[in-house]
Nanobody, 125 residues
């Protein structure tokens, strides 16, 4: 059974940094794409970043390009999201996703089969 466990969220001041982790287990992810999304109350889940496990190609939303970095550690089966220059509008619950359903689906929440439980990130002004 696939499990995704996020950690690393918390409260940080604007301009600060956080690193989120997503520990993945239950199957091989070598041919998969893993993504990070975020969600605030009343809004749809928003794509943030994704990484192809094999080769490490990365994708970012315009809202975080240049501030956030997605990476993976093959040995630990873990994906990271390094978040720098945080802004109050980055406040959200952040989710890890895996199990890409179709080519091009990496940018949408409907494109993934598996989700973590989420971790809260709060950026104070």
């Amino acid at each position: 059974q696939v499990q995704l466990v996020e950690s690393g969220g918390g409260l940080v001041q604007a301009g600060g940094s956080l690193r989120l982790s997503c520990a993945a287990s239950g199957r091989s992810f070598s041919s998969d794409t893993l993504g990070w999304f975020r969600q605030t109350p009343g809004k749809e889940r928003e794509f943030i970043a994704a990484i192809q496990w094999s080769g490490g190609t990365t994708y970012y939303s315009r809202s975080v390009q240049g501030r956030f970095t997605i990476s993976r550690d093959n040995a630990k089966n873990t994906v990271y999201l390094q978040m720098n220059s945080l802004k109050p509008q980055d406040t959200a619950v952040y989710y890890c996703a895996a199990g890409l359903r179709y080519y091009g689906g990496r940018y949408t929440s409907a494109g993934y089969d598996y989700w973590g439980q989420g971790t809260q990130v709060t950026v104070s002004s």
